[in-house]
T-cell receptor, first 112, second 111 residues
Framework: DVKVTQSSRYLVKRTGEKVFLECVQD?????MFWYRQDPGLGLRLIYF???????EKGDIPEGYSVSREKKERFSLILESASTNQTSMYLC???????????FGPGTRLTVT | TQLLEQSPQFLSIQEGENLTVYCNSS?????LQWYRQEPGEGPVLLVT?????EVKKLKRLTFQFGDARKDSSLHITAAQPGDTGLYLC???????????FGQGTELSVKP
């Protein structure tokens, strides 16, 4: 059974803290994605990666960075968390553009 | 920038009723996917439509891709409480294979 796992389901951090969200997939997929999901806004793409050590900005990359040192792992980093980054964060992977994206269960991040 | 407008945003119906969710754009998409998301979980793919005019059925769910590949609809017949969830459409456009997501439709089916 295919699987995308995320390091935490719930996370509470303080303003200014550095936050790491980790995502691991076991399907040997080339492509990995980080989205944030907010009510009424759907899923918005933060960053994506087509291969190891490659990254590209999505639609809302400001305040975020990513790291992909290994094919199966894609990390999202909030260098200095702010309250407007309180959201649900979803990681996804897929083999190629015409194929299904598999999503992790999400991390609900609260920044106080 | 390609956009997908999904409607309605909220839908609350009784068990046994029919419903349709729409996904519209002024842009052409090479394919369109429909996902369903339950609370506390990530979205799960229901179907991918690729050809203009294509119709796909998944039990009581019927998906249609518009002839011009700019719009899509999801029709549920005789809705059940188990259909409750967030439905998302997502189009694969001309931006390097990135998916463009609609805002989502929150469906509640009451017994």
């Amino acid at each position: 059974d295919v699987k995308v796992t995320q390091s935490s389901r719930y996370l509470v951090k303080r303003t200014g803290e550095k936050v790491f969200l980790e995502c691991v997939q076991d399907m040997d997929h080339e492509n990995m994605f980080w989205y944030r999901q907010d009510p009424g806004l759907g899923l918005r793409l933060i960053y994506f990666s087509y291969d190891v050590k490659m990254k590209e900005k999505g639609d809302i990359p400001e305040g975020y960075s990513v790291s992909r040192e290994k094919k199966e792992r894609f990390s999202l980093i909030l260098e200095s968390a702010s309250t407007n980054q309180t959201s649900m964060y979803l990681c996804a992977s897929r083999q190629s553009p015409l194929y299904e994206q598999y999503f992790g269960p999400g991390t609900r991040l609260t920044v106080t | 920038t390609q956009l997908l407008e999904q409607s309605p945003q909220f839908l609350s119906i009784q068990e046994g009723e029919n419903l349709t969710v729409y996904c519209n754009s002024s842009s052409v998409f090479s394919s369109l996917q429909w996902y369903r998301q339950e609370p506390g979980e990530g979205p799960v793919l229901l179907v991918t439509v690729v050809t203009g005019g294509e119709v796909k059925k998944l039990k009581r769910l019927t998906f249609q891709f518009g002839d011009a590949r700019k719009d899509s609809s999801l029709h549920i017949t005789a809705a059940q409480p188990g259909d409750t969830g967030l439905y998302l459409c997502a189009g694969a456009g001309n931006q390097g294979g990135k998916l463009i997501f609609g805002q989502g439709t929150e469906l509640s089916v009451k017994p």
